[in-house]
């Protein structure tokens, strides 16, 4: 089992071929199949808690005393600390044991949970978001990396498929399910659901999961990793410091020259570490390096329209939590149903051709938007977020897969690893960015106030738009000739 785990784990630390990883006996077919659906219930969890607070942003405003538009440290809280943490976690458990470290994600996963609900201030409710946060992002890439350790070769594909369907599901029923709660209860059970759930958890971990680590464990690259950390919320914070925090302009300028300065003091350190955490070589890979800086500018614009679309439902058209919720269900159905078709069209056209036009198509629906009105047609704004839904997923799917078809096997955990670490960013930013923008039109746009917002709205996804369809420029680097054939089995755990 020396080789074929390396494949899919999440941190970048790869395990010697001569030393694999200890464990316990072989564990019968009964416990795997609990352990299964452990890491694919904490899979769940982790990406459900990623949207399920979206719909609920207003109702939280109301009960902290907070305005809804104001309310972004939420989500963002949330996906920065993912992205800080997902390159620790692999490491946490080559060093510490997949089981010790998968046990302690889900109980400060659920301590964080229970701490949120109980939030009495929005300044206490971004910290245990943290909290939260950093449970989290140990949940799939340490539970898939238990999956890989114990399953025999021939059941690695089923395994990692049954464990990801659950995380597809959880982001799809995420909205709905945030608007429901809140309407038959309170947002504070958004947070409540996953207390048990942890509990259990914890319990069928300490029973079932069985105990691996990596005895050659190379030591932890702490200076490249605090410099990825410090430039990341560095920048996160200096893109929403004038517009939510208040902060002078001076300060902003100098977050941001942090912030770039800690990248670039990034590069010259992963040139000269023996084992840096991220190695520069995997930008020598085409497909990898334009794929990865795509995803990044693109999925700022998706990672904006989640935490967009439910506000403007609820605060400029009056839309109740519930029935904000279920407007995004034609966004999920529409996703789910061409993610086959993009398949088809990258094999006959190549990823530069579709992922330009489409990026560009992506663009344009996040602007038509700025078209919304109280008196549209229901049905209008349905088949608009159905479009939107199924160009959104589309783009997904053809980013995703461009990103690692050449990575092979020796550059997959590195490269997933960082892959992940880049679209947590992306989320987080694409909030910030959606945050600061409708902050910024809200306080300079004439006849907009809280109860008038939907000029802000207006100007902020045409913004957003704007912003996404750019990025085809980068999508047009790629070669031609570049289809859907790839040097790798795929990962079925790879989601959006």
């Given at each position: 089992m020396g080789l074929r785990p390396r494949k899919a784990l999440a941190a970048p630390v790869l395990m010697p071929d001569t030393l694999p990883p200890t464990a316990t006996a072989a564990p019968s077919d009964r416990s795997l199949t609990i352990m299964l659906w452990l890491v694919a219930t904490g899979f769940f969890m982790q990406t459900l808690d990623s949207t399920i607070v979206n719909t609920a942003l207003p109702a939280m405003a109301k009960s902290l005393g907070e305005a809804p538009l104001r309310m972004q440290g939420v989500v963002i809280a949330y996906s920065l600390t993912m992205a800080m943490m997902i390159p620790v976690s692999g490491w946490l458990a080559d060093k510490l044991g997949t089981r010790r470290v998968f046990f302690s994600a889900i109980l400060v996963f659920a301590i964080g949970s229970l701490l949120c609900a109980n939030a009495q201030s929005l300044?206490?409710?971004?910290?245990?978001?943290?909290?939260?946060?950093?449970?989290?992002?140990?949940?799939?890439?340490?539970?898939?990396?238990?999956?890989?350790?114990?399953?025999?070769?021939?059941?690695?594909?089923?395994?990692?498929?049954?464990?990801?369907?659950?995380?597809?599901?959880?982001?799809?029923?995420?909205?709905?399910?945030?608007?429901?709660?809140?309407?038959?209860?309170?947002?504070?059970?958004?947070?409540?659901?996953?207390?048990p759930v942890g509990i259990v958890g914890c319990i069928a971990t300490h029973l079932y999961m069985p105990d691996s680590r990596n005895p050659a464990t190379p030591p932890f690259d702490l200076a490249g990793y605090l410099l990825l950390a410090v430039g990341m919320v560095a920048l996160t914070?200096?893109?929403?410091?004038?517009?939510?925090?208040?902060?002078?302009?001076?300060?902003?300028?100098?977050?941001?020259?942090?912030?770039?300065?800690?990248?670039?003091?990034?590069?010259?350190?992963?040139?000269?570490?023996?084992?840096?955490?991220?190695?520069?070589?995997?930008?020598?890979?085409?497909?990898?390096?334009?794929?990865?800086?795509?995803?990044?500018?693109?999925?700022?614009?998706?990672?904006?329209?989640?935490?967009?679309?439910?506000?403007?439902?609820?605060?400029?058209?009056?839309?109740?939590?519930?029935?904000?919720?279920?407007?995004?269900l034609p966004v999920a159905a529409a996703g789910m149903l061409c993610k086959r078709l993009v398949t088809r069209l990258i094999e006959r056209h190549g990823y530069r051709r579709v992922l330009v036009v489409n990026t560009v198509l992506v663009g344009l629906m996040m602007a038509s938007f700025s078209l919304v009105g109280v008196d549209q047609p229901l049905w209008l704004r349905l088949v608009q977020l159905a479009i939107f839904g199924g160009v959104n997923s589309m783009q997904f799917t053809a980013m995703n897969t461009l990103t690692l078809k050449d990575l092979g096997t020796g550059g997959a955990s590195s490269g997933n690893s960082l892959f992940s670490l880049v679209q947590m960013l992306s989320m987080s930013l694409g909030v910030t960015v959606a945050g600061a923008i409708l902050a910024t039109f809200t306080g300079i746009l004439p006849r907009v106030t809280e109860s008038n917002s939907l000029p802000a709205f207006h100007a902020t996804f045409l913004c957003v738009g704007v912003i996404t369809a750019a990025t085809a420029w980068i999508f047009g680097q790629l070669a031609p000739e570049i289809r859907a054939a790839s040097k790798r089995k795929p990962d079925p755990s790879e989601s959006n």
């Open positions: 300044t206490q409710l971004v910290i245990y978001r943290v909290v939260q946060g950093v449970g989290g992002a140990m949940l799939l890439p340490v539970g898939r990396l238990a999956v890989l350790r114990v399953f025999p070769a021939e059941r690695y594909l089923s395994a990692l498929a049954f464990v990801a369907i659950p995380g597809l599901i959880g982001p799809l029923i995420g909205p709905t399910l945030g608007g429901w709660l809140v309407q038959i209860a309170s947002w504070h059970w958004i947070f409540l659901i996953n207390v914070i200096s893109l929403d410091g004038l517009a939510d925090l208040g902060l002078a302009h001076a300060i902003v300028l100098v977050l941001l020259i942090l912030s770039f300065g800690c990248f670039v003091a990034y590069g010259l350190h992963a040139t000269r570490a023996a084992q840096p955490i991220f190695s520069l070589d995997l930008f020598k890979i085409h497909t990898f390096s334009v794929g990865l800086l795509g995803n990044l500018f693109a999925r700022i614009g998706s990672g904006a329209m989640p935490y967009l679309i439910p506000l403007l439902l609820q605060v400029s058209l009056g839309y109740t939590a519930f029935q904000a919720g279920m407007m995004m």
